[in-house]
């Protein structure tokens, strides 16, 4: 393990990893359906939300305990909930597919399934 795998630790997690390409897929979606009337409402909106779920995943791995790590990770999944009322939203204005929608809150389901393993193994064995 390098020294840049040690003090970036949060870069090695399955979960943060399947974060980025979530958060590239999500941005992606945004581009191509959005109109550009949504770019400072729906879209930013959608772009923040995504962006929380793994800024809250490399802020909270550095915390001084596993409890604290688990809140971050807690913060996580509420940013990916607000990135599923985000696709809501475009479904209901009809910027995506039904088909879309449902591959997109696939993907945040097993993206939530994931944070939440993560964060019950931080609290049922913490090691610091």
Do not use: W
């Not at 020294?3 to 870069?11: C, V």
């Not at 509420?78 to 088909?99: G, H, M, P, Q």
């Not at 591959?103 to 964060?119: I, M, P």
Request: proline share 2%; with cysteine.
């Amino acid at each position: 393990m390098t020294e840049i795998d040690k003090k970036f630790r949060f870069r090695k997690f399955p979960v943060y990893i399947e974060s980025r390409k979530f958060l590239f897929e999500i941005k992606k979606l945004a581009r191509e359906k959005f109109p550009k009337y949504e770019l400072f409402s729906l879209t930013n909106q959608l772009s923040r939300a995504a962006d929380s779920i793994i800024l809250n995943i490399a802020e909270g791995s550095d915390r001084s305990s596993d409890k604290d790590f688990a809140h971050f990770l807690n913060l996580s999944h509420t940013s990916l909930n607000e990135v599923v009322a985000c696709v809501d939203i475009a479904l209901d204005n009809k910027y995506i597919s039904e088909d879309e929608h449902l591959v997109y809150l696939n993907k945040g389901a097993e993206l939530a399934n994931q944070l939440t393993a993560f964060r019950n193994s931080l609290l049922k064995t913490p090691t610091k």
